[in-house]
């Protein structure tokens, strides 16, 4: 399928884990990707992947207001103009998980990440997609945020919570211009980072006890979130917005 040929897209946090497989997925289907991450160690790494090959990655930390700002500048300077923004920054942080344990600084690094980069970055791109009265908002939501979490905590569960409400008013307040805004909200999904998580703190036996709670008795993988970031991405969903896509193997049918 080649459905992001005249597309321009931008992926937050894509260097690695769900965000470059989104990115390499949107490129594979023709897509003008950028990639932004603030980490020049796994950017070098996905520049050596093949399937990276047409990304163009640009270092910004999304948790800092002026490099979002300057980034974005500079990719306008270059004649970019995006009509698909995938939200893809996020996570818990490894903050503590018992509600006791979170201080005010745990609180706003992960509502930061999570949150205000999704603000920041969309209010940077709305002016784009306005002016070409068409676009398409991918936000990563989370199990977490949709049903509680075993193991993060309450600031990551409000946090995604926070981005799925305003995924909600975004598709309100913007589908009379031909933007839709909808969320893709993944279970444990295998990244590297996830992988190495679970092999810390889990046993073989208690992993194999966690799978047999999904229905599809599987770990979720990457490719499973780019496909259904792909979707709400491509042209033929443009009847569908506001929408919350689960992509957990049937999981939070069972939790
Ligand atoms: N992995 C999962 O199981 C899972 C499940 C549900 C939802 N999600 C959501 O999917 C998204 C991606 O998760 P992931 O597990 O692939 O992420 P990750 O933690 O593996 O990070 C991916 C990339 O984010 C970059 N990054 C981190 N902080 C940054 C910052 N301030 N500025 C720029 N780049 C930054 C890192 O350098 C890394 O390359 C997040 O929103 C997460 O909450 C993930």
């Known amino acids: 399928m080649r459905r992001f040929e005249n597309r321009t897209i931008l992926v937050s946090a894509a260097a690695d884990g769900l965000g470059l497989a989104i990115a390499e997925r949107l490129a594979a289907e023709g897509g003008t990707v950028v990639a932004l991450d603030r980490s020049d160690e ?30 974005i500048a500079r990719l306008e300077a270059d004649g970019l103009r995006f009509d698909t923004l995938v939200n893809n920054a996020g996570g818990s942080l490894h903050t503590p998980r018992p509600f006791l344990e979170e201080t005010d600084d745990h609180w706003k690094l992960v509502m930061d990440l999570n949150v205000a980069a999704t603000v920041r970055l969309t209010r940077a791109i709305l002016p784009h997609m306005l002016e070409k009265r068409f676009g398409r908002i991918v936000n990563l939501g989370s199990k977490a945020g949709r049903y509680g979490s075993l193991f993060t ?79 709400f991405a491509a042209d033929e969903a443009g009847f569908i917005t506001g929408q919350m896509l689960d992509v957990n193997g049937g999981q939070g049918m069972c939790s």
């Not at 993944?186 to 229905?215: D, H, K, W």
């Not at 770990?219 to 496909?227: K, T």
């Open 42 to 71: 796994a950017m070098t790494a996905a520049r050596t992947r093949p399937e990276a090959a047409g990304i163009r990655f640009e270092k910004t930390d999304l948790m800092d207001l002026a490099d979002i700002t300057d980034t």
């Open 153 to 231: 905590g309450a600031n990551y569960v409000a946090a995604k919570g926070a981005v799925q409400s305003m995924t909600l008013q975004l598709a309100q307040e913007f589908g009379p211009s031909g933007i839709t805004c909808n969320a893709v909200c993944p279970g444990a999904i295998l990244t590297p980072r996830v992988e190495r998580l679970l092999s810390e703190r889990m046993t073989q036996a208690e992993r194999e006890a966690a799978i047999a709670q999904i229905p599809m008795r599987r770990n979720g993988r990457v490719e499973d979130v780019a496909s259904a970031v792909a979707f």
